[in-house]
């Protein structure tokens, strides 16, 4: 059957569009991903800094911030982190997780990191600014 006249190069002009669109949104996908990645390391290197500082910890100092491939941190769209305060397989580590104490202790520690990543972004609430802009006028 014959192909009427320019719907063959109409054809090829829409894939090439469509084509075009996709690459175009695998390219801001890996953006979005490796923006993400930045910033769970920022949110990991806080709250790192945190537990090191803040619990009183046989052994615990800064450690290297690691990635994985992990499902649970690899598919949002937002910074993600899992934190490791102590290992119950540790005989050691598994009595200083049964006091209440360290477990306040890391999950205040794991909170303050991740204030201190939030105030690093740019984005601050309109009544957060609305409250630094009346007391600049005072």
């Known amino acids: 059957q014959a192909i009427e006249s320019g719907v063959a190069e109409l054809a090829m002009k829409e894939n090439v569009d469509v084509t075009a669109q996709a690459i175009a949104g695998i390219i801001l996908n890996n953006?979005?991903?490796?923006?993400?990645?930045?910033?769970?390391?920022?949110?990991?290197?806080?709250?790192?800094?945190?537990?090191?500082?803040?619990?009183?910890?046989?052994?615990?100092?800064k450690k290297k911030i690691l990635r994985?491939?992990?499902?649970?941190?690899?598919s949002p769209n937002i910074p993600s982190i899992l934190?490791?305060?102590a290992f119950i397989t540790n005989p050691v580590e598994e009595k200083i997780l049964r006091q209440a104490g360290?477990?306040?202790?890391?999950a205040r520690a794991i909170v303050d990191g991740v204030k201190q990543y939030r105030q690093t972004l740019e984005f601050k609430p309109v009544v957060a600014r609305q409250a630094n802009d009346d007391k600049k006028k005072r």
């Open 102 to 106: 360290f477990r306040y202790d890391a």
């Open 83 to 85: 934190v490791e305060t």
């Open 31 to 61: 953006l979005l991903r490796k923006d993400v990645e930045n910033a769970s390391i920022t949110v990991a290197g806080f709250v790192e800094d945190n537990l090191v500082k803040q619990l009183n910890f046989p052994g615990r100092k």
């Open 68 to 74: 994985g491939p992990f499902y649970v941190i690899s």
